[in-house]
């Protein structure tokens, strides 16, 4: 079998769930987790036994052209039970950390189809990581400024958005609507600068440079180490913002106990952040 072959994701780990008695599944996966700027977002696409194979060509979004993934988009529509994309703002990255924005674009996203009656037996989540069930789950504070949000029971996949369609069509639609978002945005000024029409917010070279030129803007991730903004090997330059001291602010955040909340900071070798 050739590698591409390989890579091809389909539908028999979906079929092998709902034969375990999960009937409707949710794929999901996100964009924008080391990006420097803008939202991270997260795509949910929901199949039932009745969804036949996924569009041919489906796979992960990294694997497709620009303009491959955007003809995808109708036809993923169309093939869903369900679909939707979730956001959180850089200023809620700011806030919470990063894997507490996470989850919260991932349950927008599954409000977003509980909205049409739908709501998943299981979400298979990319990855070894399980950021999407809800912290009073394992333990630890939810989001006052939310409602609470029962997530439904979440099973993790290494390299899932290369084997299972529902995934692979999850991560178009979180790719195309973020890069829509950033292509808009970089386009008008006081954006423009920043080069996000092609860089789409990540730690591209022309990225870096203007932030050292021009310093962050306010879609910027301003709690972590920026080019320009802050000592990037000096963690203690990195502040904290007010509800991470004390969980005061009014916005009902948790405190730093919470482990959501402490994941902040984007990598030192910012020039080697992925498209994630």
Request: one cysteine or more.
């Amino acid at each position: 079998m050739s590698p591409t072959a390989a890579r091809r994701p389909s539908l028999r780990v979906e079929r092998a769930l709902q034969r375990e008695g999960h009937r409707v599944l949710a794929g999901m996966d996100e964009v924008g987790r080391g990006a420097l700027a803008g939202p991270v977002t997260v795509g949910v696409v929901v199949i039932d036994e009745t969804c036949r194979s996924a569009p041919q060509g489906v796979k992960d979004s990294k694997l497709l052209a620009p303009q491959a993934r955007e003809r995808m988009v109708p036809r993923i529509e169309r093939w869903a039970l369900a679909h939707a994309v979730g956001h959180a703002s850089a200023d809620e990255i700011d806030a919470i950390g990063i894997i507490a924005a996470l989850r919260l674009a991932g349950c927008r996203a599954l409000d977003a189809v509980a909205a049409g009656g739908i709501r998943p037996d299981l979400v298979i989540l990319d990855g070894n990581h399980d950021w999407l069930t809800s912290p009073q789950d394992v333990g630890l504070l939810a989001f006052a400024h939310e409602e609470r949000v029962a997530t439904p029971q979440v099973t993790t996949m290494i390299k899932a958005d290369l084997k299972c369609s529902s995934v692979a069509a999850a991560s178009v639609l979180a790719k195309v609507t973020r890069d829509r978002i950033m292509v808009d945005l970089g386009g008008n000024d006081p954006y423009s600068g920043y080069g996000w029409v092609e860089n789409k917010g990540y730690a591209a070279p022309e990225h870096l440079d203007a932030l050292r030129r021009l310093g962050a803007s306010e879609l910027h991730r301003r709690s972590w180490r920026l080019p320009g903004t802050t000592d990037e090997n000096d963690a203690s330059n990195v502040p904290l913002p007010a509800q991470a001291v004390d969980g005061s602010s009014g916005d009902g955040f948790a405190g730093v106990d919470d482990p959501y909340l402490t994941d902040r900071t984007a990598p030192n070798d910012l020039t080697r952040v992925g498209e994630r």
